[in-house]
C-alpha cells in the first residue's frame, strides 16, 4: 500500500545524502528533471520527511525512489543537521544530511525526479544547485568527507 503523500502528511523536514566516492574522491549529484520544482538545478539525493518517519529512515527510502540505491541505515554516517532554514511557502524546517561512502562510481537507476547524474571533483561542482543542496555546501559539509 503507497503511503499517504499529501501535503498534509508531509512535515516540512527533510534528508540528504552526500555520496562520496572512496576511490576518485568525486560526489554524486543528481540533475532536477522539467517534472519538478526547481528544474535543471543539481542536487543531493534525499529529500523530505514524512510525519512519524526517523530523518535516517526516510533517506532510506528516498535514495530507493529516487536513486534505486538499496542501503542500510547503518551505511549512512550523521554529518550534521542544519535547523530554521526558510523554505519557500512552508516556512522553518530542519535539513537532516548524512554520508554514504561507496567504493567506486556506480551509475544510479532515476526516477522521475532527475534527468541526470554526474559524479564531481569537490573543486569542479556545477554553479547551479537547491536549497538543501546550498546549504550543505555553504556550511562546509562536503569539507568533513575524509578522503
Keep these: 500500500m ?9 512535515s516540512r523536514n527533510g534528508a540528504w545524502a552526500i555520496i562520496h566516492c572512496i576511490d576518485t574522491g568525486k560526489f554524486l549529484l543528481g540533475k532536477r528533471s522539467s517534472t519538478v520544482n526547481n528544474s535543471g538545478a543539481w542536487n543531493f539525493f534525499g529529500g523530505r520527511i514524512d510525519r512519524g518517519e526517523e530523518p ?22 550523521k554529518l550534521g543537521c ?16 548524512y554520508l554514504l561512502k561507496v567504493e567506486r562510481e556506480v551509475a544510479p537507476r532515476l526516477n522521475r525526479e532527475h534527468s541526470n547524474y554526474r559524479w564531481f571533483k569537490r573543486c569542479r561542482l556545477p554553479a547551479r544547485f537547491n536549497l538543501p543542496t546550498t546549504v550543505a555546501i555553504e556550511r562546509g559539509l562536503l569539507d568533513r568527507v575524509k578522503f
Aim: net charge positive.
Design 56 to 77: 535516517c529512515s526516510a533517506l532510506v527510502r528516498e535514495l530507493a525512489e529516487e536513486a534505486g540505491f538499496r542501503v542500510k541505515q547503518k551505511q549512512l554516517i
Design 82 to 97: 542544519v535547523s530554521g532554514i526558510r523554505r519557500r511557502g512552508s516556512g522553518d524546517c530542519d535539513m537532516h544530511y
Design 2 to 10: 503507497a503511503k499517504d503523500r499529501s501535503k498534509s502528511s508531509l
